[in-house]
């Protein structure tokens, strides 16, 4: 080993085991940027990464590895995630998938957001930046999610239901409902595993529409919500609520009576 590369090794091993503070300081000590020891080590290129996606997904098995996933216990979130960024590749691949695992049931358990959305939202943030795409995208898939009976195997008596909005909560609940099964059971559980394939792969369409340059929103906000929206949103009477979710998911019209 030459005495150069001996440094080097000694140097890496050292920045390896060192605390986040130390190496910082060493690495502006040094001059040695960031940027250069990451593609010393065959590491990321430069950041926004859009234009690595060139080649259209193979959404099926986007689909098939979103519910393999799930089921080799990475759960919705990192599922989804996981199945869209390998498949995108180089350099969305390195990403660690374990970033998204909290979002397990909703978001560790809370039934919130529903991982499936939130791991295929992450895969749009990380290709397109923070840009009205990554916005758009995410709105696309939440809308469809909210409206769309899942899971959507064709040809078979699964239950499917809808769940009004992207939470966890409803979509498991209405899903018991439509099922007769219970939220803790086997059945559930293959039937998110189902979920993860198939938002995973409505995310890769979305993608491939994206990129042939023939992406076209879809979803719109349901009218009664709009109506809400007009006395309780933005710039309204009473501007106290924001988002997009459709209220009568939740509350009954309480100005009914
Ligand atoms: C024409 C305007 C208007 C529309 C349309 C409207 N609201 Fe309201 N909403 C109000 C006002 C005014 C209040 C009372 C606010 C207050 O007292 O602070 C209110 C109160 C509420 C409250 C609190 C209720 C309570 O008992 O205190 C809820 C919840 C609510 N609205 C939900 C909705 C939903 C859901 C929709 C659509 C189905 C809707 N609103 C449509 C004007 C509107
Ligand atoms: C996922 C369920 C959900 C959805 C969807 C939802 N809300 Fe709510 N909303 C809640 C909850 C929960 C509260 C808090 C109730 C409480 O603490 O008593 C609340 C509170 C409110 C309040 C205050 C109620 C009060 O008693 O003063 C208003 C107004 C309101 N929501 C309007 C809306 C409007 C308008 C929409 C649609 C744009 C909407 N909500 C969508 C669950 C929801």
């Known amino acids: 080993m030459t005495d150069k590369k001996n440094e080097k090794m000694s140097r890496r091993n050292f920045l390896a085991s060192a605390g986040g503070v130390a190496v910082g300081a060493i690495v502006a000590g040094t001059g040695l940027s960031l940027s250069s020891s990451e593609a010393e080590a065959g590491g990321l290129p430069e950041y926004p990464w859009t234009n690595y996606f060139d080649k259209k997904l193979d959404v099926e098995k986007v689909r098939e590895k979103g519910t ?84 959507r195997k064709e040809n078979s008596s699964q239950a499917k239901s809808v769940a009004g909005n992207p939470l966890c909560h409803a979509s498991v609940t209405n899903w018991c409902e439509a099922s007769g099964k219970k939220s803790f059971s086997q059945e559930r559980a293959d039937r998110c595993g189902r979920l993860a394939g198939d938002v995973a792969a409505k995310a890769a369409e979305l993608l491939n529409a994206k990129l042939a340059g023939n992406f076209v929103p879809a979803y719109e906000i349901p009218e009664e919500a709009k109506e809400c929206m007009n006395c309780h949103t933005k710039d309204s009477m009473l501007e106290n609520t924001r988002g997009k979710m459709n209220c009568t998911t939740c509350h009954d019209d309480p100005h009914d009576s």
């Not at 996981?82 to 039934?111: N, Y």
């Not at 939202?121 to 898939?141: C, H, I, N, V």
């Open 68 to 151: 393999k996933y799930y089921h080799e216990g990475n759960h919705c979130g990192e599922a989804t995630f996981r199945a869209l960024t390998e498949e995108l590749g180089h350099p969305f691949d390195k990403v660690p998938s374990q970033t998204m695992w909290f979002g397990a049931g909703g978001g560790a358990g809370w039934a919130t957001l529903c991982g499936t959305v939130n791991g295929s939202g992450a895969a749009f943030s990380l290709l397109y930046g923070r840009t009205g795409d990554t916005m758009k995208l995410t709105q696309e898939l939440f809308g469809w999610y909210s409206e769309t009976p899942l899971p």
